[in-house]
């Protein structure tokens, strides 16, 4: 039998992932990697999820990462729909460039 990794482990790299996530969100002036900054939280969110899930023998918090993972899967879609549409018409995506007032 394999031993068994303690939740610990699977809290800090849920806290590393979101901590870096939050930080790439607050430097970075592109859009798309803040698209992908947002998207790295909510990973780091579902593994805690998970893993409090596994540790209570709860079935509960993989479903509710699953209802997590379908809206992030539709906020994909419409965000890169919103951030072609922006390059399209501004041929930018630094968002310090962006101004969605001005035509």
């Known amino acids: 039998m394999l031993p068994q990794v303690p939740i610990a482990a699977y809290l800090i790299l849920a806290a590393v992932l979101f901590s870096t996530g939050v930080a790439a969100f607050l430097i970075k002036r592109n859009l798309i990697t803040i698209f992908m900054s947002i998207e790295l939280m909510l990973n780091a969110v579902n593994l805690t999820f998970v893993a409090f899930a596994h540790m209570w023998h709860q079935v509960s918090g993989q479903i509710f990462v699953f209802f997590v ?4 899967a539709a906020e994909a879609a419409v965000g890169l729909a919103i951030i072609i549409a922006i390059f399209r018409t501004r041929e930018t ?6 101004d969605l007032m001005k035509s």
């Open 69 to 72: 993972m379908v809206v992030a």
């Open 93 to 98: 995506l630094n968002v310090d460039q962006i």
